[in-house]
């Protein structure tokens, strides 16, 4: 069955860079609308970036130009890098993909049917 798996993060300080995989199975990455989503203590969930299935980008406004959304078809596996990270940037990351012939880049979590179970990032100040 579908398992998205997260891996990458960590704790750095502030300026500090990490990649975060999102390594997936029982899907086709091709063929369906991914994103990165995170989660703070006592904040609503928030879409970070999201990639469409002909591989449009989006970015919410606060990780433009810094954050990098990709895929790699043939490793079935959804990237983030992360660069000059800020303590905001702390959170519960979550990869999470939906079966989609055609998608645009989409920040709507409810829209999503897989999830992966998250990878912790923690930025020092």
């Known amino acids: 069955q579908v398992q998205l798996e997260e891996s990458g993060g960590g704790s750095v300080e502030t300026g500090g860079s990490l990649t975060l995989s999102c390594v997936t199975s029982g899907i086709n990455i091709a063929r369906s609308c991914m994103g990165w989503f995170r989660q703070a203590p006592g904040k609503e969930r928030e879409g970070v970036a999201a990639?469409?299935?002909?591989?449009?980008?989006g970015y919410v406004d606060s990780v433009k130009g810094r954050f990098p959304i990709s895929k790699d078809r043939a490793r079935n596996t959804l990237y983030l890098q992360m660069n000059s990270l800020k303590p905001e940037a702390t959170a519960m990351y979550y990869c999470?993909?939906?079966?989609?012939?055609?998608?645009?880049?989409?920040?709507?979590?409810?829209?999503?049917?897989?999830w992966g179970q998250g990878t912790q990032v923690t930025v020092a100040s």
């Open positions: 999470a993909a939906r079966i989609a012939s055609y998608c645009d880049p989409d920040f709507s979590n409810q829209n999503y049917m897989y």
């Open positions: 990639i469409g299935t002909l591989g449009s980008t």
